[in-house]
Nanobody, 126 residues
Framework: QVLLVESGGGLVQAGGSLRLSCTAS????????IAWFRQTPGEGREGISC????????FYTDSVKGRFTISRDTAKNTVYLQMNNLKPEDTAVYYC???????????????????WGQGTQVTVSS
């Protein structure tokens, strides 16, 4: 069974930073493209970043470009989302996802996954 687990969310003031982690059981994250999405109440999930399996191509949506960084720690089988200069509009539940059939991720865009974690809440106060 594929299981993704997000952690690292919390409450932070505007301008602050958080680092989200995505770990997995049942499979090796290193073998798959991983993406981060976020969702606010009443809205659909927004894809914000992805990192391909190899050679580690990354994508960022415009609203987070220059502030968020996605990375892998292959030794820990973990994908991180470092979020700096957070804004109140970044408040959302953040999810990591993958697709065992393959998730599209290029420098120009990203697809969506079919395996999701439970999400971690990020709240940015003004």
């Amino acid at each position: 069974q594929v299981l993704l687990v997000e952690s690292g969310g919390g409450l932070v003031q505007a301008g602050g930073s958080l680092r989200l982690s995505c770990t997995a059981s049942g499979f090796t994250l290193n073998d798959y493209t991983i993406a981060w999405f976020r969702q606010t109440p009443g809205e659909g999930r927004e894809g914000i970043s992805c990192i391909s399996r190899t050679p580690g191509i990354t994508f960022y949506t415009d609203s987070v470009k220059g502030r968020f960084t996605i990375s892998r720690d292959t030794a820990k089988n973990t994908v991180y989302l470092q979020m700096n200069n957070l804004k109140p509009e970044d408040t959302a539940v953040y999810y990591c996802t993958t697709a065992l059939r393959g998730l599209y991720c290029s420098a120009y865009g990203m697809g969506t996954g079919d395996s999701w974690g439970q999400g971690t809440q990020v709240t940015v106060s003004s």
